[in-house]
Every structure is written in structure tokens, then in C-alpha cells.
């Protein structure tokens, strides 16, 4: 267990729905990132906060956002779902930039 | 930005044999390299990393070898057992700008027992 929760674990929805994704990191972790895992794609990174604030971005859709709350715990966002976006979505979370990445348990979502 | 490739996709071998994943990255300023391993259905998890100033780092039946001249990185596993099956994925990684890496597209290990 890596201390990095994430829910929920299993998501099934419908083309045009939107859904939400949630994520605490371990405690004392002020950075989490999110990534999208497809079959076919690996790990994609998608985005990055720290300490409240965005600090990088990857190949996140428009369709797509994230916030991290004061508490540290992050969201992300995906609206008008296509069949292409299901996949696992984990987030990570570091103590700072420059330090290793714990992963989270992953929602796989499932887009009908 | 960042380049990672990683070879082979695939490897399959027998329990007791070595395994031997290799990557290159393309920044000569990524200066960390993490490697995780991920089982069916799980989390990746980070099994060894290596920073720039060494060429090598060992942990038990794990090393993994890092030449910066020619920008490549490896991970040996000794004596692999059934549990060594897993998705690979080597990742590099600057110390600075956003520090996010970049992954390798994995590799796939299966131990015949």
C-alpha cells in the first residue's frame, strides 16, 4: 500500500457523461499528478499540481480538468465522455518535485 | 522534450534465467531514472531509480546500469521467479523545469516456471 488513495476504484458510465475522479496523496505529499493508462498509450502523463497550484500539463484534453484542494486532495474532471477515454486513471503524489512518485490504486473508468 | 524508448515488449523466459530491459531517452539533461513494475490490474511501483553520478545500482536480484555518454539505462534481473511477472516501465527524468518523466511504452515479463 502506498498511502495514496483513489475513488472509486471502478467507474461505468455513458458516452456524453461526466464523471469525477478523486485522489488524497500520502500524508505530507504536496505534489500529485494524474495519468491516463490505455492498452495502447502506456502511461500518459496528464497533469501536475503542487501545493494547491497547477505546475505542469501533458497531453490533457480541453474536455478535461483537475483542481487540488487545500487539503492536498486533487480532482480530476472528465466531461462529454467518449468511448476512447476509458481507461485507468491513476494519480501519484510526491513529497516535492524532485522526489520519487507513489502511485495510487487507479479508477479504471468504462465508457459504454 | 523527452524521449523515452524501451526494448524489448515482450520477453519471456525460464524461472532461473536472467531478464534484461534496456532504454534510451533522447535529453541529456534527464539526470533520474526510475524503474517500476507493475502486476495485472495494479498500481506501478517504483523498484530501483538511479541519479546521473553513479553507473550502477544494485538491490538484490535487481540492478539496473546507466550510461550517460550514450544516453541509455538497463534493468537485470537474476534468477527470475514467476512473481518477477509484471509490466516494466523505465522513466526519465530531469532535476528541474517540471520534473515530470517521461515513461517508456513498458515491457511485459513473463517467468515459465
Known amino acids: 500500500d502506498s498511502g495514496v488513495t483513489q475513488t472509486p476504484k471502478h467507474l461505468i458510465t455513458a458516452t456524453g457523461q461526466r464523471v469525477t475522479l478523486r485522489c488524497s496523496p500520502r500524508?505530507?505529499?504536496?505534489?500529485v499528478y494524474w495519468y491516463q493508462q490505455s492498452l495502447d498509450q502506456g502511461l500518459q502523463f496528464l497533469i501536475q499540481?503542487?501545493?494547491?497550484?497547477?505546475?505542469a500539463k501533458g497531453n490533457i484534453l480541453e474536455r478535461f480538468s483537475a483542481q487540488q484542494f487545500p487539503d492536498l486532495h486533487s480532482e480530476l474532471n472528465l466531461s462529454s465522455l467518449e468511448l476512447g477515454d476509458s481507461a485507468l486513471y491513476f494519480c501519484?503524489?510526491?513529497?516535492?518535485?524532485?522526489?520519487?512518485?507513489?502511485f495510487g490504486p487507479g479508477t479504471r473508468l468504462t465508457v459504454l | 522534450g523527452e524521449n523515452v524508448e524501451q526494448h524489448p515488449s515482450t520477453l519471456s523466459v525460464q524461472e532461473g534465467d536472467s531478464a534484461v530491459i534496456k532504454c534510451t531517452y533522447s535529453?541529456?539533461?534527464?539526470?533520474?531514472f526510475p524503474w517500476y513494475k507493475q502486476e495485472l490490474g495494479k498500481r506501478p511501483q517504483l523498484i530501483i531509480d538511479?541519479?546521473?553520478?553513479?553507473g550502477e545500482k544494485k538491490d538484490q536480484r535487481i540492478a539496473v546500469t546507466l550510461n550517460k555518454t550514450a544516453k541509455h539505462f538497463s534493468l537485470h534481473i537474476t534468477e527470475t521467479q514467476p512473481e518477477d511477472s509484471a509490466v516494466y516501465f523505465c522513466?526519465?527524468?530531469?532535476?528541474?523545469?517540471?520534473?515530470?518523466?517521461?515513461f517508456g511504452r513498458g515491457t511485459s515479463l513473463i517467468v515459465h516456471p
Open positions: 501519484a503524489s510526491s513529497v516535492s518535485l524532485n522526489h520519487e512518485q507513489f
Open positions: 500524508s505530507g505529499d504536496l505534489s
Open positions: 499540481y503542487y501545493n494547491g497550484e497547477e505546475r
Open positions: 535529453d541529456s539533461a534527464s539526470n533520474y
Open positions: 538511479i541519479r546521473s553520478n553513479v
Open positions: 522513466a526519465a527524468r530531469q532535476s528541474g523545469g517540471s520534473y515530470i518523466p517521461t
